[in-house]
């Protein structure tokens, strides 16, 4: 019997053990996954600019967090579209949501918002689907 990936709390994103994470909180609200958040200059590539990475690896997050508690994603491919640099300390909100549901893979999206509605980044994802007792 294969096991699901365990979650023990370090997550560098959400864990909230992690001494050196982000910490964002997600919420699960009508099939999509939410955050708002800042970032400080720590996360900055250029100058008082969020580090592209970075920016994607929340839009991973989020879209990770679409699971539920008897199944695991795993990204299989992301691609993410970059519009408008994020500044540091600058707020954003970051949606999730599943386009195509299929039993063993997930078609996700997410976008990073400003207060000002501007979109900073969006996202795509094939989400590999891992429960136990499954291949």
């Not at 600019?49 to 299989?76: C, N, P």
């Not at 993410?80 to 909100?93: D, N």
Request: with cysteine; glycine share 6%.
């Amino acid at each position: 019997m294969e096991k699901l990936p365990e979650r023990d709390n370090f997550c560098f994103v959400c864990g909230k053990k992690n001494p050196k994470g982000l910490k964002l909180e997600f919420k699960k609200e009508n099939g999509k996954v939410y955050t708002t958040f800042f970032l400080d200059k720590y996360y900055q590539g250029y100058s008082n600019i969020i580090h592209g990475g970075v920016i994607s690896m929340i839009l991973d997050e989020a879209m990770a967090h679409l699971q539920t508690e008897e199944e695991r994603f795993l990204t299989g491919k992301i691609t993410v579209k970059f519009i408008k640099p994020l500044k540091v300390e600058e707020k954003v909100t970051v949606t999730a949501w599943i386009e195509k549901n299929r039993k063993r893979l997930k078609e996700t999206r997410a976008v990073m918002k400003k207060e000002n509605g501007e979109t900073v980044a969006e996202a795509e994802a094939i989400m590999f689907v891992k429960r136990e007792n499954t291949e």
